[in-house]
Nanobody, 114 residues
Framework: VQLQASGGGLVQPGGSLRLSCTAS????????VGWYRQAPGKQRELAAS???????NYGDSVRGRFTISRDRAKNTMYLQMNSLEPDDTAVYYC?????????WGQGTLVTVSS
């Protein structure tokens, strides 16, 4: 299984970005898929996740601003990020888990700055 993440970049505070992560097989075959982020000097933390059944979970700092979704036809999950703040600056990683599988994408950098 391979994951390809994209969509990062530079955005001003208050702006929006959408991250994409495409898997080499159906995204719906995984028990949980999600996005994590790691800011410089900090531990990796959950941004958002969604189970195969559609239950979502968000980190406290992004709840209400970020939305995770999936596209069955494109084998892709998304992270829509709105009202971005400088503290959202981080490398964002997509992740899929199922049974013994715990796979990470390559990371995409999001920089929020004026």
């Amino acid at each position: 299984v391979q994951l390809q993440a994209s969509g990062g970049g530079l955005v001003q505070p208050g702006g929006s970005l959408r991250l994409s992560c495409t898997a080499s097989r159906s995204i719906f075959t995984f028990s949980v898929v999600g996005w994590y982020r790691q800011a410089p000097g900090k531990q990796r933390e959950l941004a958002a996740s969604i189970t195969a059944g559609g239950t979502t979970n968000y980190g406290d700092s992004v709840r209400g601003r970020f939305t995770i979704s999936r596209d069955r036809a494109k084998n892709t999950m998304y992270l829509q990020m709105n009202s971005l703040e400088p503290d959202d600056t981080a490398v964002y990683y997509c992740n899929v888990r199922h049974a013994y599988l715990n796979l990470w994408g390559q990371g995409t950098l999001v920089t929020v700055s004026s």
